[in-house]
């Protein structure tokens, strides 16, 4: 059975390599998802996988580059989720790509929420996000060893506020390599 399920989840992300909406599609009960800047201060709108490369011999860092989906290091959620939605999942894979490429290479993967909800409740779920990012990374071929997660729950929002766009910032797992 559990052969079964991961037989599955790489079939659904294969499928999700063969396109790449660039825009998250709205419905009236979900909130767009932001478009900001990360922590290098790329914006995390688009997926566009130029430059993707597995090893930091060049003169920039893939990571550092601006230009290099590697750049982008937030995923966010909708509301109570923590299921990647299809916008951030070339994000993750180009991360599990660099990752595989780059063995001596780790990240952390902090999980965040917004404010409403217990602090005992947001804790869980930013650790459900974390680990959610954390699953596809090891279904692509990335070693535990290189990840760690944690929760940050509502603690450390992107965007005070107590409106829509202020939450949908805050709905998030940032990765951060170890070093930078």
């Keep these: 059975m559990h052969k079964l399920i991961i037989a599955a989840i790489m079939a659904i ?16 009960k979900s909130a767009a998802v932001p478009s900001t800047t990360d922590t290098s201060g790329a914006s995390t709108s688009g997926t566009s996988t130029s430059g993707v490369s597995g090893t930091t011999t060049g003169a920039q860092s893939p990571l550092k580059d601006p230009r290099n989906i590697l750049s982008k290091r937030n995923v966010y959620f909708e509301y109570d989720s923590f299921v990647i939605s299809e916008q951030y999942k070339p994000i993750v894979e180009a991360h599990a790509k660099y990752l595989v490429a780059n063995r001596s290479a780790k ?6 929420t917004d404010e409403r909800g217990s602090r005992e409740y947001n804790i869980a779920l930013g650790q459900k996000r974390a ?8 279904l692509m071929g990335v070693q535990e060893i290189q990840i760690e997660t944690i929760s940050f729950g509502k603690e450390k929002p992107r965007r005070e506020g107590h409106d829509e766009s202020s939450w949908a910032e805050n709905r998030r797992v940032d990765i951060i390599y170890a070093g930078e």
């Design 131 to 138: 680990e959610a990012v954390k699953r596809m990374l090891t």
């Design 107 to 112: 990240v952390t993967l902090q999980g965040n």
């Design 13 to 28: 992300a294969l499928a999700a390599c063969s396109s790449s909406p660039t825009t998250a599609p709205v419905d009236d």
